[in-house]
Structures are given as structure tokens and as C-alpha cells.
């Protein structure tokens, strides 16, 4: 071993070690977060990280992910040819040929040459898209991170000419191994710079050294970067919910002396969650789909991430601390998130969608909304009365709970309680049961019922508010009141299956309910509907139809993958145009999360950018398969000036086909 | 300070009433109680005297109703009242003023007052009648339908704001006192999660009218004698017509000729 090779070695352990620790102080700092079981289903876990880490498919759902495939896998192989020039350093005679053989070698050592080239094409167009095309997702109000973002994509492009420039001159040297077949692009590197007349073996050194130092500092450098997600990403998509997105964390009421519910300090969020402010790659995806952000609103789930991720390396202790001083607690809200960001959210699922790592941005706003509600008892005005009502009248539209069938009048819709058993349980859900244009479409769907002959029964005043609303409005202990008298009245009837037209019911039921103890199949009428079209106990005229665009609700389409039904029971009966932004990754009306009952003024209003979108359409209807859309769209329609347009339920379009 | 707040429990303001078949009173199901809409602003401007004055103040809601009760007496305890007295009794059920009014009076005598405040009526039978009794038995001043309110440094007196036609009333009076109260005083909080735990182990100290000496006369002063269901209305009818003036014509002919009131 050389002096140089000692000091390398010495250098080497020392930045691993210092890397270790750093590395260790972050598992710590998780460690100071709420416990949370993610250590199940391994298999499925591993499989996550293949798909989405080694196949980078979320990542490569835009454009521009492709150059993260490019800088990702060549930071891969070229890492190994890193590490295999160090060792070469230290222990002089070392290479990767004697661990894999001289062909295969020699394979990585090409992928090395050839992917250096595409990472500074990659490069360039980070950089082009960061410096000069500046697009809306990477809007950010932090400085530091352009800067940051300028630092690691010079770093890299530096790194990436040295290793062409070492090779170089290994080249001119007479290396045996590195050669112009399997290293091309650093044999016209040596080609190009090899008449300068350069001292061969002082060149290789200097250029050996800076190459090292560069990786010691990137080391120590990554993790106190917005490049944390280097370390973050890939245990985050490990460790992702393999559940519902739809499900949020159930909170455990029991503790009578407890003086603090929901999240108001970091090390009040569960290890994972804090896991989730490491991934975050800082890509903006989230903000672009966000609605709040699209309108104007003070929210961007990006923004959120960033600055809690700010707020958890100004609270965290020292490299050595121990116990609380890990992670300091201190007020999130309002420095590091404000209530208008919170209260702005409708709970839409779009940023979760397109995140690549998987972080999930709801649950953590719900948690400090859950502690500003329940703990603080601070909201915004509105909300009070709508609580109020979801307490006393089990609804939060302030009509007395015993006029819940009311809409039903006429009917003939049997009652649960004077059936007791029977196939289908109509969930009517609060809009339509109360709202005036809800009943309307409550009042279509059992016709079609009717009309198809289906063994169906409503609870009437039994049926209390799923509890969507309250649990997302953050007051959980609301929710789960009427969750479990739902289920007690639930459990006293013999059913197949519980059939709603509300999207959010649907998602409670779903995802929701069996938390607390009641699992039944569930379907969405558009489900049923599209049963009942299929075995033709509902016959709908086939002579096109009216034309009219179809939106995807949130709660029905991203969170539960309801895509293919409601289209296809609206082209048995319409014809269907799509909105640009559809399916999966369709645009919140507005109305989620509780926002159906907030006041909008901040920026400007969800829904009408949404009907906007759909007049663009130049269709004269839209359909929609969720009350609260219906209301948003009419509301839209309304405030633009523009009711010649109509908003219709698919239960509506299919019985008018039907006949009416 | 000792700061009073009293409360009735009530039918949910969206409930459908419908009268008995006796005419004795209203059908029971199907009617959820709340606490009386005026009642919750003497309850938050109890809690925030209380707040303001510091000190060893209390905040003691009573309450003079069923054994239902309860529950909403929960209710104001979670808001933040520090204890409650609930004067559950039979004979409370006639609906009589003056005997809710006595057992409030013996109930605050009790329990010790500097100030009392409630709504400024109840939203079930809106006689508004309580208060001004209560502060006959007790000798104490009463300001009515109160919008605004300001303890004085030294807390012996208060400062109320009242709306009248074109403009308010300020009234100076000395304490205790009676503050019945009006929408527009205060915003009700709403009872935060720790404060509903805290509730179920506050003390409520359940007195029947015989452990508060309170003695039911054999005839109440004032009784309800029948209650009568309103003669169902024969619906709304819509004048419809092109133009706005045959609209009007229409509805002038309408109410000179069919409803005779013009």
C-alpha cells in the first residue's frame, strides 16, 4: 500500500463513518416520532421497490423523469466505478474484474462510459428546465433551493468529467483494462486532451483526488441537502401504505386523562410520516395537481413537505443528542404551516397520485387539523354549526334527522327495520337524502331499483352521517360517534350488499369502516347500475343518447380506482366526452374534505375552475357520479353565467333512458 | 367570583313538532334536545368572565329540567363550566315560570352568586318569563337582552350594551345581577376533546325541589291549559304571468276577491 493509498484508506473509513453517523442521528430522529406498523407484507414491499425504484414508475409518468432514470441508474453504475477506483487507490492491483470477471468488467465499465454522456444530457435539461424554463411545479418560495439544486447538478456534471478525465489518462498511460472498446467516450476524452503535453501521472492524481474529494463531500453533504431523498426515497417507497390511500389513521379515544389529540409538533407525527419529509425529492409534482394551488389558495402540499422538512432540521438536536433533545418540540402551526393551508385542503388525493416516493401529504395535514379542532377547538367559523348538526341531526345540513326519508315520499321505498333482511341496503348518505337536488338523484336510483326488480331497503331515520365529512374536517371524535352508531344499526340487518350513490360514503365504508369493526361488500350504484344494464334488467334505449362529459370523482376514481363503471353505465345510455385532466388524476370539484361546508375566499373558487375546464369541453351537460360534484358543478354553472349547461347524476341519465 | 349560568333544555330548533294527540304537549319522538340557543351565550359569556376576572373564579351552569338533562349539563361542562346543579323534579314538568323560577332561586342561593347570566328566553315555549321572576326572589337587578358586556376592574359592577331602534343602550348596574342574553353578545365555543373527558368526572349535584325547600303549591300560578295544533296551511300559491304588471294584477285581484284582505 502507497502513502497515498493509506491516506486515501484513512480518509475513505473516515467519511463512511461520519456518513454512518449522520445516517444513524437520522434513524434516531425517526425513532422520536409515534410508532406505526409498515413491517408487514415484505414481499409486497420489496415488490414496491422494485417497481417504483428500480423501474421508476411514478417517475416516469412525466417527461421529465426520464432524465431521474438517466441520473438514477447511472449514479448506480458509475457509484460502482467509483468505489472500484478507490479500491484500485488503496490497495494498488484491486479491480472489479477480480470479483466479476474480466468480461463482465468490462461490460460495467462501458455502462459506466456510456451512461456518464446521458447523465450530462440529463443534466443540461435539469438545468435548463430549473434556471430557464422555471416550470410552475418547481415554484418554490425557499431560495436556498435553486442554489442547492445548481450545487449537486455541478457536482454531478464535475464528477462525471473526472471520471472521463481519470480514465483519460489511464487510457494514455497504457491501461490493460481501460481501453477504446469498452470505454469509448474516455478514449476520445484522451484522444482530444492527449497532445497537451500533461505530466500523465500527475494528471491522473490531481484528477483521482479532486474526484475523490467531490464524492467525501457529497457524502456529507446529502444528507443536510434537499438531496436527503437519496437516502429517504427508497425506504419511503418500501415502507409506502399498501392499503387504501383512502384510509385515514383511526385515533384511539380510550385514554380519559389525555390532554392532546392530533399533531401539533413534529414528534407528534409517526416514524413514517416524519420518513416521508426525507423523501420528498422536491419535484413539485404534488403542487401542479394540487387544487388549492391551481386556484390561488396558500396551501401547495410541496410547500407543506418543504417547510416541515426546514422545521425538522431546525428542531433536531445535536449530531450526539439523546432522549427529547433528538427532535425538539415546537408549535407547527402557523410558522411552518399555517391554518389557511390546512383549512384550504379538500382532501382530494391528487398530490399522494403523482408523488413518486409515496409520501402522503392528507393524513398529515387531517392530523393538524384534527389537533386544531379537537385540542384547540379552533376552526373557522362555519364549521361549527355544521359539527353541531352532525351531532345533533346526524347530517351537517341542519334539517331535523327524523325527515331523512322524507324524500322517499311517494316511493313506496321499504324501510330496514320493517324488512330486517334483504339484498341490497341503500346508503342514501346525507346530500341525498337532504339536499334538494341530492333527492332528486336519491329518487332516481330507486326507481331504477325498483324497475330492475332489486331487493333493496333504506335505514330512513336510522341512517346517521357516515362521518366522512367530520373525520376529514379533522374532528375524528365526531366520526367515530356516528361511525359506531352506524354500525350498531348496520349489524341488526342481513344484507349482501350496501350500495351508495356518494363517492365518500362509498370510501368510508370501504376503506373506513372496517377499522372499527364492520366489514360489508360495498358498491357504488354505478357498479350495481352497470350489473343491472349487463344482465339486462335495465334496458336503456340505444339510440345515442344525450352527449355530455363525464367527471371523475376524487373519492370514487383516484382513492378507489371506480373508472371503468360509471362510463360505461353513461355510454349504455349517452354519449361520453372526456375532460383533459380524467380518471385517476381527474380535478377536484372542491367540495372534499369539508370544504363543501367552508367559505372559498381565498384565491379563487375550485369548482369554477373545474366548470371552466368543461365549458372548454363545448358540451351543453356533465355527468357526474357523486352528489357533491353535482352541487359543484351547478354552483359553477350557476356563478359563470352559464346554466344552460346541466349537471346530471348517471343514475338520472340511466333512468331517462330507461324511459324516466 | 361565583359566576351563575343558567340553562334549559330544549327541542333542536330543525325537530318537528307536532302536538300530541291529548293536546297535553308535543310527541317526544323523533326530537332531539339541545340547550337553549340563547342559553349557550350566557353559558360562553359565563366561561369568559371567568377567563377575564382570573382568580379563584367558577363558573356553576344550573339547570332546572329531566333527568335528560344530563346530558346537556355534560355539554356545558365540557365547554368549560367548573361544576353544575341540576334540579331534577317531577313537578318542574308542568312548565310553570314561577316554580322554575323558584327552584333556580333556591338553587342559586345555594350555591352562592355573583352574577347570573341566561338567555334571554327559552326557544322552546319563548315565554321569557324566568329571569325577571328569578330576580324578583332574589332582590337583584336584571338587564334584558344583552349584546354586550364588561366586568369593571374591581368586578362589583357591569357595563351592558343593549340594541334598540336606531342605536344601543348602555347600562351601568351594580352586581349581583341578572344578564339575560341575545344573539350577536358572544360566538359559543365549541367543547374542545380534552374539555368533553374532563366533563364526565366534573361534579353535577342533582337536587329534587324538596332538598332545595322549595314547596309546590297545589295549583300552579300559571298553567298550560290545551295545546292546539296549528289548522293546516293550505299551501303557497305562485302568481305566474309574462309580464311583471299582469303578475301584480293578478295578485291584487287574488287578494281582493279570494283572501279578502284588501
Not at chain 1, 410508532?35 to 421529465?64: H, I
Request: proline share 4%.
Amino acid at each position: 500500500m502507497t502513502a497515498g493509498g493509506v491516506v486515501l484508506l484513512v480518509l475513505f473509513a473516515a467519511s463512511f463513518a461520519a456518513f454512518g453517523l449522520v445516517v444513524r442521528f437520522l434513524c434516531r430522529i425517526l425513532a422520536a416520532g409515534k410508532p406505526e406498523n409498515r413491517f408487514n407484507r415484505v414481499r409486497d414491499r420489496v415488490w414496491a421497490v422494485v417497481v417504483y425504484v428500480g423501474a421508476q414508475l411514478r417517475v416516469l409518468a412525466q417527461p421529465a423523469g426520464l432524465g431521474h432514470f438517466v441520473i438514477f441508474w447511472g449514479f448506480v453504475f458509475i457509484t460502482i466505478g467509483t468505489l472500484d477506483h478507490m479500491l484500485s487507490q488503496m490497495f494498488g492491483g484491486f479491480t472489479l474484474d477480480r470479483i466479476v470477471g474480466r468480461t463482465a468488467g468490462s461490460a460495467i465499465l462501458l455502462l459506466q462510459d456510456v451512461f456518464g454522456i446521458l447523465v450530462i444530457v440529463a443534466l443540461a435539461v435539469a438545468a435548463l428546465r430549473r434556471f430557464v424554463l422555471k416550470p410552475e411545479r418547481l415554484k418554490i418560495d425557499d431560495p436556498k433551493v435553486p442554489v442547492q439544486a445548481g450545487l449537486i447538478l455541478s457536482l454531478i456534471f464535475v464528477l462525471i468529467l473526472l471520471m472521463y478525465g481519470v480514465r483519460g489518462t489511464e487510457i494514455l498511460m497504457g491501461s490493460e483494462r481501460i481501453t477504446r472498446a469498452n470505454a469509448p467516450v474516455s478514449a476520445a476524452a484522451a484522444a482530444a486532451v492527449g497532445g497537451l503535453g500533461m505530466n500523465l501521472p500527475i494528471a491522473y492524481g490531481v484528477l483521482s483526488w479532486l474526484h475523490n474529494g467531490i464524492i467525501f463531500f457529497f457524502l456529507l453533504y446529502i444528507p443536510f441537502s434537499k438531496h436527503i431523498h437519496i437516502l429517504g426515497a427508497i425506504p419511503n417507497v418500501f415502507f409506502k401504505n399498501l392499503g387504501s390511500t383512502g384510509t385515514l389513521s383511526r385515533m384511539n379515544f380510550e385514554d380519559d386523562a389525555a390532554e392532546k389529540f392530533g399533531v401539533s409538533e413534529l414528534p407528534d407525527y409517526t416514524w413514517k410520516q416524519l420518513l416521508d419529509l426525507y423523501a420528498c425529492t422536491e419535484c413539485g409534482r404534488c403542487q401542479v395537481a394540487c387544487p388549492a394551488y391551481r386556484t390561488g389558495k396558500p396551501l401547495s402540499p410541496y410547500r407543506v413537505i418543504h417547510r416541515l422538512r426546514a422545521r425538522l432540521m431546525s428542531d433536531k438536536g445535536g449530531l450526539l443528542s439523546k432522549g427529547e433533545a433528538v427532535l425538539r418540540k415546537t408549535p407547527i402551526v402557523p410558522d411552518a404551516v399555517s391554518e389557511d393551508e390546512i383549512w384550504s385542503c379538500t382532501t382530494c388525493g391528487a398530490c399522494m397520485q403523482e408523488c413518486p416516493p409515496f409520501i402522503e401529504h392528507v393524513q398529515k395535514l387531517v392530523d393538524l387539523r384534527r389537533h386544531l379542532v379537537m385540542t384547540e377547538s379552533r376552526f373557522p367559523a362555519e364549521m361549527q354549526p355544521v359539527f353541531k348538526n352532525m351531532e345533533v341531526n346526524y347530517n351537517p345540513w341542519a334539517i331535523g334527522y327524523s325527515s331523512r326519508a322524507d324524500w322517499a315520499e311517494g316511493l313506496d321505498v321499504p324501510l330496514a327495520s320493517s324488512r330486517g333482511s334483504f339484498d341490497v341496503l341503500l346508503w342514501v348518505g346525507c346530500a341525498g337524502s337532504f339536499d334538494a337536488r341530492g333527492q332528486k338523484v336519491s329518487r332516481a336510483v330507486a326507481a331504477l331499483l325498483r324497475r330492475a326488480g332489486v331487493d333493496f331497503a333504506i335505514l330512513g331515520a336510522e341512517e346517521m352521517c357516515c362521518g366522512e365529512t367530520a373525520r376529514r374536517m379533522g374532528n375524528e371524535y365526531l366520526a367515530q360517534t356516528l361511525i359506531q352508531s352506524n354500525i350498531e344499526t348496520l349489524k341488526k340487518y342481513r344484507f349482501k350488499t350496501l350500495v351508495t350513490a356518494c363517492p365518500h360514503g362509498y370510501n368510508s365504508f370501504r376503506a373506513e369502516y372496517p377499522q372499527f369493526g364492520l366489514s360489508v361488500p360495498v358498491r357504488h350504484h354505478s357498479e350495481l347500475l352497470l350489473e343491472l344494464v349487463a344482465a339486462k334488467k335495465l334496458s336503456p334505449r340505444r339510440d345515442g343518447g344525450p352527449r355530455g362529459a363525464f367527471h371523475d370523482s376524487c373519492y370514487l376514481g383516484r382513492y378507489n380506482g371506480v373508472l371503468r363503471q360509471p362510463r360505461r353505465v353513461l355510454s349504455s345510455a349517452a354519449r361520453v366526452v372526456e375532460f383533459p385532466r380524467r380518471r385517476s388524476r381527474s380535478f377536484c370539484c372542491g367540495a372534499g374534505g369539508g370544504r363543501m361546508w367552508m367559505e372559498e375566499h381565498l384565491g379563487t373558487r375550485i369548482n369554477e375552475e373545474r366548470t371552466r375546464e368543461l365549458l372548454g369541453l363545448g358540451v351543453d351537460r356533465v355527468f357526474t357520479a357523486c352528489p357533491y360534484c353535482l352541487t359543484m358543478f351547478e354552483d359553477g354553472l350557476k356563478s359563470l353565467g352559464r346554466e344552460d349547461v346541466k349537471a346530471y347524476d348517471i343514475a338520472e341519465v340511466l333512468l331517462e333512458a330507461c324511459g324516466g | 367570583m361565583k359566576i351563575i349560568a343558567l340553562m334549559k333544555r330544549v327541542p333542536d330548533t330543525e325537530a318537528r313538532i307536532l302536538v300530541n294527540q291529548e293536546g297535553t304537549g308535543i310527541k317526544d319522538d323523533g326530537i332531539k334536545y339541545v340547550i337553549s340557543t340563547y342559553d349557550e351565550y350566557g353559558i360562553e359569556q359565563a366561561l369568559r368572565v371567568k377567563e377575564k376576572a382570573g382568580g379563584p373564579s367558577t363558573v356553576t351552569a344550573v339547570c332546572a329540567g329531566p333527568e335528560e338533562a344530563t346530558e346537556l349539563i355534560r355539554t356545558a361542562l365540557a365547554m368549560g363550566a367548573d361544576d353544575a346543579v341540576h334540579v331534577c323534579d317531577p313537578a318542574l314538568a308542568s312548565g310553570d315560570p314561577f316554580l322554575a323560577a323558584a327552584a333556580l332561586a333556591a338553587a342559586v342561593k345555594e350555591s352562592g352568586f355573583d352574577i347570573i347570566f341566561c338567555g334571554k328566553q327559552a326557544i322552546d315555549d319563548d315565554m321569557g318569563q324566568v329571569q325577571t321572576i328569578l330576580a324578583e326572589m332574589l332582590d337583584v337587578p336584571q338587564v334584558n337582552v344583552v349584546t354586550g358586556f364588561e366586568l369593571s376592574g374591581d368586578g362589583s359592577r357591569a357595563t351592558l350594551r343593549r340594541r334598540i331602534e336606531g342605536g344601543d343602550e348602555m347600562i351601568e348596574t351594580a352586581l349581583p345581577a341578572i344578564v339575560s342574553c341575545e344573539k350577536g353578545l358572544n360566538e359559543p365555543r365549541y367543547a374542545s376533546l380534552p374539555g368533553i373527558m374532563k366533563a364526565k368526572k366534573k361534579e353535577i349535584r342533582t337536587k329534587t325541589l324538596a332538598d332545595l325547600g322549595v314547596a309546590v303549591p297545589g295549583e300552579a300560578r300559571s298553567a298550560i291549559v290545551r295545546w292546539v295544533p296549528l289548522p293546516k296551511s293550505s299551501g303557497c300559491r305562485m302568481v305566474q304571468a309574462e309580464e311583471a304588471r299582469d303578475a301584480v294584477r293578478e295578485l291584487v285581484k287574488l287578494l281582493r276577491d279570494e283572501s279578502k284582505v284588501i
